[in-house]
């Protein structure tokens, strides 16, 4: 059964720290690997997309990686701020064409505490 | 099943054919959002549902989009007269409580893919 896991399930760290959150799925025949973050209230935000074929995307402040062989991906934050608080999730999308499904991961909640 | 549930999981519709999606969220919870997701891209809020009222409707794309939920539970999504940039993965969620805030879980069903020829 295809699953993806969320580590940890909530997270409060002070402004400043540098962190990592962790993703890991059980079927490494990945399409690809999204990571989003949710405000409350407010819909999705994207930020990185990964293909299967590639082991990093980084975006300002955000580092993600891919390791197909060992199932993990990992979000890095560096230098957090208090406007980084949210609920990061993490998607992997398997298959192609009509065959395609996408499998989230129930979120890390993340505080930054001023 | 006890997850969120959406059918059908695949529909391939003609230019200008209507479609209905369908959200079956875990029961008994309060929130319901639906999303439009295009390939290679990130999910795109469409409305969002406090059980029978529809308290967000500002990312529908066009009055060809409608939503409803008139029980508080099962959700319907509708698009009137499809066109080929309606492609998209729908993607509908729910929560137990009201507007989600930090730590309040979402649940998200695992699409309904929609293709328009």
């Not at chain 1, 399930?9 to 002070?14: D, K, Q, T, Y």
């Not at chain 1, 390791?67 to 701020?81: E, F, H, P, V, W």
């Not at chain 2, 809020?45 to 060809?64: H, I, M, V």
Request: glycine content about 10%; proline content about 5%.
């Amino acid at each position: 059964k295809q699953e993806v896991t969320q580590i940890p399930a909530a997270l409060s760290v002070p402004e400043g720290e540098n962190l990592v959150l962790n993703c890991s799925f059980t079927d490494s025949a990945i399409y690809n690997l999204q990571w989003f973050r949710q405000d409350p209230g407010k819909g999705l935000t994207s930020l990185l997309l990964i293909q299967s074929s590639q082991r990093e995307q980084t975006s300002g402040r955000l580092n993600a990686s891919l390791d197909k062989s060992s199932g993990r991906s990992t979000l890095y934050i560096a230098a957090s701020q208090p406007g980084d608080s949210a609920t990061y999730l993490c998607a992997v999308m398997y298959g192609t064409g009509n065959n395609r499904k996408l499998i989230w991961g129930l979120g890390t909640s993340l505080a930054v505490n001023p | 099943g006890a997850g969120v549930s959406q059918s059908p999981r695949y529909k391939v519709a003609k230019r200008g054919q209507d479609v209905a999606l369908r959200c079956d969220p875990i029961s008994g919870h309060v929130s319901l959002f639906w999303y439009q997701q295009a390939l290679g891209q990130g999910p795109e809020f469409l409305t969002y549902f406090q059980n029978e009222a529809q308290l967000d409707k500002s990312g529908l794309p066009s009055d060809r989009f409608f939503a409803e939920r008139p029980e508080g539970s099962v959700s319907t999504l509708k698009i009137q007269r499809t066109q080929q940039e309606d492609s998209a993965v729908y993607l509908c969620a729910s929560s137990l409580f009201g507007p989600p805030s930090s730590g309040n879980t979402i649940y998200f069903g695992e699409g309904s893919w929609l293709t328009v020829v």
